[in-house]
């Protein structure tokens, strides 16, 4: 199926999902630039969701050893977290399947600037809660909402899901923006790995350009994820947003002209 897109989009998307790898690793997000990406490419929407799961999950698994190493994960929280995100990463990879391409494009497109306002609302919290702390009920409750609905939201659109889990940890649960991190990831494996059976079993992975664009993710999140742990998040916040700019003018003039 190398034939649905040309060598010169084939390189592109590899380009693409190895930047995602590194901005996800750091702020979160990725998906917000691989799935206009697959789709500018001539990728078909459903064929695109699957290739982008599994440079996920690569990048994620990559990113979530690295920050585990760092000391910058609560494992208590971020384990119950990722229970709940691979439930809701199942339920709502079904649901994908019953959603025409078109549907998938719109709520692409409607994730987006979502992802963007986050984005701007979202501050550091250099002093919030660190790994480590003890479990109470009220954390475990806490835990699986977020990660419950990290993981729905994640195989339903995926797009800025990172973005999104981080934010929940540190505004909801009042972690330092490193540990949220660490915890996204964590949850992010679960929901990717659960979305991405449903895909493949399906039929909808096209390997030749997924391989690639994973090994590109990899890369790109072992990067991201040292950068993160040595200096934060910060410096990636005006690379995301100029990001988001163009392939929301991208995907505006594609609605257009289409």
Known sequence: MMDMISP??????????????????????????????????????????????LAAVTGSVTAAVKYIRG??????????????????????????????????????????PLVAVAMIFHKNNPDGE???????????MMASGIGLAIGAYD??????????AIIAFASLMHYDYITAGGNSKVINVASNAAALATFILNGLMIFSIAV?????????SWIGSKMALKNGAIIIRPMMFAVVAMMMIK????MIAG
């Open 212 to 220: 690639p664009c994973a090994i590109a993710a990899l890369c790109g």
């Open 155 to 164: 195989g339903l659109i995926g797009s800025g899901v990172g973005t999104f």
């Open 130 to 140: 660190h790994a480590l702390r003890k479990l109470t009920s009220g954390k475990v």
């Open 8 to 53: 010169g989009m084939y390189i592109f998307v590899i380009f693409i999902a190895g930047i995602a790898g590194f901005i996800d690793a750091v702020a979160g997000g990725g998906g917000v630039i691989t799935m206009p990406a697959y789709m500018f490419a001539g990728i078909p929407p459903h064929n695109a969701y699957a290739i982008n799961k």
């Open 71 to 112: 000391g910058a994960v609560d494992i208590k929280v971020s384990v119950i977290a990722a229970a709940g995100s691979a439930v809701g990463g199942l339920i709502s990879a079904g649901i994908v399947m019953l959603l025409s391409d078109k549907v998938l494009e719109i709520l692409v497109f409607i994730a987006i």
């Open 251 to 254: 995907m505006i003039y594609d």
